[in-house]
Nanobody, 118 residues
Framework: VQLQASGGGLVQAGASLRLSCRASGRPFRDHTMAWYRQILGKERDLVAAISRIGVSTYYGDSVKGRFTISRDNAENTAYLQMNRLEPEDTAVYYC????????????WGQGTQVTVSS
């Protein structure tokens, strides 16, 4: 499956952004979807994940209550709604597709940069 992430940008603290990840290739609904982020010089961390039909979700502790992951299987797209952004959320965000909610993930999109200014 091929993944195309979009929606990053530069915003001020407190603002919102919505990232999108459009999939092509193998059936979208066959895959658990996730968003990871990587801060420069650090490991890539799991931010959020959603099961194949959206029944189950996972959120990292730092984003709980602020970020929401969702998916539209008819549109082959996963989303990450990010509210109340903080400078600490600044990172490159990657979408991924796999089998299990907490990974490992088999397919990766290119990153999209999110920068939050204070």
């Amino acid at each position: 499956v091929q993944l195309q992430a979009s929606g990053g940008g530069l915003v001020q603290a407190g603002a919102s952004l919505r990232l999108s990840c459009r999939a092509s290739g193998r059936p979208f609904r066959d895959h658990t979807m996730a968003w990871y982020r990587q801060i420069l010089g650090k490991e890539r961390d799991l931010v959020a994940a959603i099961s194949r039909i959206g029944v189950s979700t996972y959120y990292g502790d730092s984003v709980k209550g602020r970020f929401t992951i969702s998916r539209d299987n008819a549109e082959n797209t996963a989303y990450l709604q990010m509210n109340r952004l903080e400078p600490e959320d600044t990172a490159v965000y990657y979408c991924a597709a796999g089998r299990w909610l907490k990974g490992p993930y088999d397919y990766w999109g290119q990153g999209t940069q999110v920068t939050v200014s204070s």
